[in-house]
């Protein structure tokens, strides 16, 4: 059997493919200093409304039953994007982009702990840009801009890493492991 070396644009695809896998199944990924946010300092959004402030454990129990909640319907993208192609993965992704955002909006709705605003805030702020970074995969690779999808799925998996790392350091129990949406 002879076997034919993969074209650059081939190598490309492939590599995509595996990426965007990755993060619909396993949830989080390696981080690259120089290729995307940094888990000391992604920006922080902030909230005009005023709100009653609830307890750091008040604020964990909470924040990880949505991340539960979504958790749940993460796990159907997961088994969803099994075995496909990248260019099928794309409405995959939308989905992904969707739940990030809305959990994201839910989190941002929960009153935060006085002493705990700006680390909230950008732990929301990573799972915002897990949004956005779904969101901007799936279309390069609808329009098959292959190499910019392969740095989009980098950057995904950095923010999927500060994810982590933020929740975790914080204290979640759920939505510390990237796995919510």
Request: net charge positive; proline share 4%; with cysteine.
């Amino acid at each position: 059997m002879t076997h034919r070396p993969l074209s650059t644009r081939g190598l490309r695809i492939a590599l995509c493919a595996t990426a965007a896998a990755a993060l619909l199944t396993a949830g989080c990924g390696g981080s690259d200093a120089n290729n995307g946010p940094s888990a000391t300092a992604p920006a922080a959004s902030t909230t005009t409304a005023v709100r009653p402030a609830l307890s750091k454990a008040e604020f964990i129990a909470r924040a990880d039953d949505a991340c539960r909640k979504t958790q749940k319907k993460q796990n159907e993208l997961r088994r969803e994007a099994v075995g496909k192609q990248t260019s099928e993965l794309v409405p995959t992704l939308r989905k992904q982009a969707k739940l990030a955002k809305r959990l994201a909006d839910q989190l941002s709705a929960l009153a935060t702990p006085e002493a705990d605003t700006t680390r909230i805030a950008a732990f929301v702020e990573s799972v915002s840009q897990i949004g956005i970074y779904s969101k901007a995969l799936s279309d390069s690779i609808e329009a098959k801009h292959d190499k910019p999808a392969h740095n989009l799925a980098t950057k995904l998996v950095n923010w999927r890493q500060v994810e982590h790392t933020l929740g975790q350091s914080y204290g979640f129990k759920v939505c510390a492991h990237g796995s919510s949406y």
